[in-house]
């Protein structure tokens, strides 16, 4: 039993630094997918690889998937390396998932005039959706009760950021033990963290180094490129220009620049949707919106199908990300214009299809109505007539004389009916 109490004694004793790099991972703008948290296991397994003296995670988002953060917070908690979790630079925020990371670090740090919390589920309402939205409150909040309860953090708070959606500036949350401490930038976050005494989430003890070399975590080349992109309304653009794209190629064949923009946007598209949640609902409403513009290329409909289509359009880009993500949510106020545009574009090539359908035919064999010819021989009532120098076999319902100029008034299969121009003035 002595052995066995020394051992434990020993556990709790502060252990001796690692002596390696200071790893930094950066994450500004970006929402919490799949993309971004594969970056940040990653950091996580480089650290404890090389024996990191601390991986520092520079925090600005808006929030982002449940699964994704839970994932991060998972290897957060069981890695070898202290972690920190710096909310920066001024004026940025850790909301939603950005406030579970904050809560479940080693340290939770955050800069001058930034804030964190609002990590409330939002659902779109009505009985099957309020008791799903209450099933995931409870299951966040029951999470975020438990981490902060092992990090040592203020149990109460952290479960009203999930449950009523409050949010803390800095010193709000400093001063009420969300956070251990405000630093301007990362050098004065190094300097206040050397010669900490930490609790890591296994109870150890661990005594901070951060005088090591400072170096970057870089992203691999697809969270470089398809990263940024990853944004609902970027998304929605690129949606959205694909189908106008689509819908000009196919209300106007052969003009390939617009259909080659539009399958190449769709493409992009379909690529986020490799990564961010798809509402197939507003997939729907949008396949619809333009079946229906398509549709008033054939049918006159007076402008109800354009209405249709225009309706369907709000409603799918709208519904195109589930409304419970909070970061994931598009306002009415970028989806209206950008539906209102596409749906410019299409009401103005089904007036230019309206209108060519208008125009009298001017080629072919319908187009030899209302030209001028002469008279080849006698037309009495059968004859043959010269029109845009071919003879044609002709019927009058009166004689023309050979050489009389002709006016044509209808095609008979491959007969003209002609007139003597004289008697139509």
């Not at 520079?58 to 957060?76: F, N, R, S, W, Y």
């Not at 970057?216 to 949606?239: A, D, M, N, W, Y």
């Not at 052969?254 to 197939?280: D, E, K, R, S, Y």
């Not at 306002?331 to 009298?360: D, E, H, I, Q, Y």
Request: glycine fraction near 10%; include cysteine.
């Amino acid at each position: 039993m002595g052995l066995l109490a020394l051992l434990a004694a020993c556990a709790l004793l502060p252990r001796a630094p690692a002596s390696g790099d200071v790893l930094v991972a950066t994450l500004h703008n970006d929402i919490i997918h799949p993309l971004s948290a594969q970056y940040l296991l990653d950091a996580i397994a480089d650290a404890d690889v090389e024996d990191a003296a601390l991986l520092v995670i520079e925090l600005d988002t808006p929030g982002g998937l449940v699964d994704p953060t839970k994932e991060v917070i998972q290897h957060m908690t069981a890695a070898r390396t202290p972690i920190v979790v710096f909310v920066s630079p001024s004026a940025g925020r850790a909301a939603s998932a950005g406030f579970y990371m904050l809560i479940a670090a080693d340290v939770a740090a955050m800069a001058p005039g930034t804030n964190t919390g609002a990590a409330h589920p939002v659902g779109l309402g009505g009985s099957a959706d309020a008791t799903e939205s209450a099933k995931a409150e409870n299951d966040l909040a029951a999470f975020v009760r438990t981490i902060a309860l092992h990090r040592g953090r203020n149990v109460e708070l952290s479960e009203k950021a999930v449950r009523e959606s409050s949010s803390y500036t800095d010193g709000e949350a400093l001063e009420q033990g969300l956070i251990d401490l405000v630093a301007k930038d990362r050098a004065e976050l190094l300097a206040k963290l050397d010669g900490w005494t930490i609790r890591r989430f296994d109870e150890s003890k661990v005594v901070l180094r951060t005088s090591g070399t400072v170096r970057e975590v870089r992203k691999s080349f697809l969270q470089r490129t398809i990263g940024p992109l990853l944004h609902p309304e970027l998304v929605l653009l690129f949606l959205g220009l694909g189908v106008m794209g689509l819908y000009v190629e196919i209300s106007h064949p052969g003009m390939i620049f617009p259909g080659i923009v539009g399958v190449l946007c769709l493409l992009l598209a379909a690529l986020a949707f490799q990564f961010l949640p798809m509402n197939t609902v507003g997939i729907l409403f949008l396949a619809l919106g333009l079946g229906l513009f398509v549709l008033e290329l054939k049918v006159t409909s007076y402008g109800a199908l354009t209405v249709g289509g225009i309706a369907c359009l709000v409603l799918g880009l709208l519904l195109m990300f589930p409304r419970d993500v909070p970061a994931l949510r598009v306002s009415l106020a970028f989806v209206l214009p950008l539906a209102v545009t596409m749906a410019g574009v299409m009401v103005f090539f089904v007036v230019l299809v309206a209108r060519a359908r208008n125009v009298p035919i001017a080629t072919g064999v319908e187009g030899m109505v209302g030209e001028i010819g002469r008279a080849a021989t006698n037309v009495a009532p059968e004859g043959r007539v010269y029109v845009h120098g071919e003879t044609w076999e002709a019927r009058s319902v009166s004689p023309v004389a050979s050489g009389a100029e002709i006016r044509v008034l209808a095609v008979e299969g491959t007969r003209l009916l002609v007139e003597q121009k004289e008697k139509l003035a």
